[in-house]
């Protein structure tokens, strides 16, 4: 077997064993089930007409899907956190880097074993949630699949980044920065539209610049625009500055830049731990 | 008469090896040339090899051969360089100047570690794994054939008697055990070269008996070990040559007979002579009353059989002459406290 999968496979494996992903998902299963009943009501209330119901399932579904996107998040930057720093520190790793193996093998092995769980669980997520409130509510969002994708993307962003960053940190120093480069890089997606919608350059700016930086916010809005059904759209076009509203699809420029980003970062977390002395 | 027949023979053995191996700081070669590749390179070379962190120098212009086949000592005290010299063999680190060969090939070479065996001073396995599953894993990792693993497991869990323990998870495990598989994963895949880094820091004396009953297996067919130690009579018990470094020089590198032998001690019981018939014999070393006694220090061990000859010849009746090797222990203070 090719180096790079043992380590994947190795990796994979003792997040099973560790009861990672069954942790996440039995979480996520309860998290899941209790919005069941708040999308019950939302759905059949007397107080809501039906038109106003159904704006209201799909936006009630972008703010529960930011949740969890937030929660997909922070656990791709968790897991990532103790990979590099945690192994050598403990010397895990010693026996491990003096076989007949490149470093960037075990890097990109760890980064490929972190992301199929993360895939895992981001797929997991979705077809519970989306299940859930089709079969309440009867909505299913125009494009569950690439909702799906971007969510992956957006955890993946940070799981990529923590890897980066393990390479010479220790994991709870790793893990507070993913915390607040995502919530950063929100709020920087959220100065941007306030920008947009008042137009203040200084603040449209300032979204510009994080978009590129860090383009989770960018993923999310990704997200959301496959998440809003036609009727949304149509009645939504005045409130650009709802952080919880995208105008158009990505643009395929900013998708590139995206891919750009994965790699130099990628890269960087090769090179940084090629160069660490163990 | 018979002790003193014992005592000649000792002494005819002694200069035999005493002949034979150079003892000297190793500091000899010219340092800056890249060392030579050739078809039978020596198991290690390095030349002038040197490791700084800030201003501590771990590693001093360190230059040793290793040959093929041979139990390799390296000894010093806490701190002296041994675990950082470890690391530059093995491209865990680079070194700040000098170079090395291993196996022939550049330090840290990836196809050259295939042929190395390592127990890293740390040792630490994957908790959730068990010990077959590590095992199995550094299979694959040398790219093993498939159908040899389950046997190269078995030999190695043996091998280090972890057998009854196989398919328990490591995070379960002593750190002595811990070890033991340390051990296991260095020797799979029959490697040409086993660094082994303290390896029996955690262990108890049944498991440091185990350990030098691995050296020497490993010698005997043929593996060339590289022993990091600060435990002398380890050392003294396998070793065919050994370095000692402090502060990242060598000190003293060669046979643990030549390092030893450059004097002894020999303990005599002597009959029939009056009060102070040593006085004259002093050209022999340094006299000492010890009970019935006398113990003469620094003797050159070629020159026992003549003290004999003169004892025998002042009229004394030799009831016994005890020679006394020096322990690594007591030459390995001698030479650090040399410097
Ligand atoms: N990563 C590092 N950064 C700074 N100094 C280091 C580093 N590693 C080792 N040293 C220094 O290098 C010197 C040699 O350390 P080394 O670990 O090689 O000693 P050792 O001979 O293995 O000792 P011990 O018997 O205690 O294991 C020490 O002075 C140590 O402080
Ligand atoms: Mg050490």
């Known amino acids: 077997m090719n180096p790079t999968l043992i380590i994947a496979s190795l990796t994979i494996k003792e997040a099973v064993r560790r009861r990672l992903l069954l942790a996440f998902l039995s979480i996520t299963v309860v998290v899941v089930g209790l919005s069941a009943w708040g999308f019950d009501r939302l759905a059949h209330s007397q107080s809501l007409t039906s038109g106003e119901s159904n704006l209201a399932v799909p936006q009630a579904l972008i703010l529960f899907m930011f949740m969890l996107s937030f929660v997909l998040a922070l656990s791709a930057s968790a897991i990532a956190a103790p990979s590099i720093s945690s192994e050598l520190e403990s010397g895990v790793l010693m026996t491990v880097v003096t076989r007949p193996i490149r470093r960037s093998e075990v890097l990109i092995g760890k980064w490929l074993g972190l992301a199929a769980l993360l895939a895992g669980y981001a797929v997991g997520v979705c077809v519970l949630q989306f299940a859930v409130v089709r079969i309440v509510s009867g909505f299913l969002p125009p494009n569950p699949v690439l909702v799906c994708v971007y969510l992956f993307a957006e955890g993946a962003l940070l799981l990529t980044l923590s890897l980066l960053l393990s390479t010479r940190l220790p994991a709870i120093a790793v893990g507070v920065i993913g915390v607040a480069v995502f919530g950063a890089g929100w709020l920087g997606g959220v100065v941007g539209s306030l920008g947009t919608a008042f137009n203040i350059s200084a603040l449209r700016t300032i979204g510009q610049i994080g978009r590129f930086l860090l383009p989770t916010d960018g993923l999310w809005h990704a997200a959301i625009y496959y998440l809003q059904p036609a009727s949304l759209i149509a009645e939504d076009g005045g409130s650009r500055q709802n952080p919880f509203y995208a105008q158009g699809a990505p643009a395929w420029p900013y998708l590139l830049w995206v891919a750009c980003w994965f790699l130099i970062v990628l890269i960087a977390a090769v090179a940084s731990f090629e160069r660490r002395e163990l | ?339």
């Not at chain 2, 491209?91 to 100047?97: E, H, I, V």
């Not at chain 2, 495990?173 to 070269?193: D, E, H, I, N």
């Not at chain 2, 643990?256 to 050209?283: M, N, Y």
């Not at chain 2, 004999?308 to 010849?313: E, F, P, Q």
């Open chain 2, 1 to 339: 008469m018979s002790q003193a027949n014992w005592a000649e023979g000792t002494a005819v053995e002694r200069s035999a090896v005493d002949g034979e191996a150079g003892l000297h700081g190793a500091a000899g070669s010219s340092p800056g040339t890249r060392p030579s590749q050739s078809a039978v390179s020596p198991a290690i070379h390095t030349v002038a090899l040197t490791k700084r962190f800030g201003a501590t120098t771990a590693v001093n212009s360190l230059s040793m051969t290793v040959e093929r086949g041979e139990v390799f000592g390296f000894l010093g005290p806490n701190g002296a360089g041994k675990t950082t010299v470890v690391k530059l063999l093995l491209g865990l680190a680079r070194p700040t100047g000098g170079d090395g060969l291993v196996l022939g090939a550049p330090l840290g070479d990836r196809e050259a570690r295939r042929q190395i065996g390592y127990l890293p001073e740390l040792f630490r396995f994957q908790a959730l794994l068990t010990a077959r599953e590590v095992l199995r894993l550094h299979c694959r990792l040398l790219a093993l054939p498939k159908h040899a693993w389950e046997e190269e497991v078995g030999s190695a869990l043996l091998t280090v008697g972890l057998l009854k323990r196989g398919n328990d998870r490591v995070g379960t495990f002593s750190k002595g055990m811990q070890q033991r598989l340390g051990l296991g994963v260095a020797l799979l895949g029959t490697p040409a070269l086993v660094v082994l880094d303290e390896p029996t820091s955690a262990l108890d004396p049944v498991g440091r008996h185990d350990v030098r009953e691995i050296i020497r297996g490993l010698r005997d067919r043929g593996s060339t070990v590289f022993l990091n130690t600060h435990l002398l009579e380890e050392a003294e018990h396998v070793c065919d040559r050994v370095a000692v470094i402090d502060k990242g020089t060598a000190i003293a590198t060669g046979s643990l007979d030549a390092l030893l032998a450059r004097q002894s001690t020999v303990r005599l019981r002597v009959g029939g002579l009056g009060e102070g018939w040593w006085s004259e014999l002093g050209r022999f070393g340094r006299w000492r009353r010890q009970g019935e006694w006398n113990v003469v220090e620094g003797i050159d061990p070629s020159r026992i059989a003549d003290l004999v000859d003169a004892l025998v010849a002042r009229g004394g009746r030799v009831e016994a002459v005890i020679p006394e090797h020096q322990t690594l222990e007591a030459r390995f203070l001698e030479l650090l406290s040399e410097r």
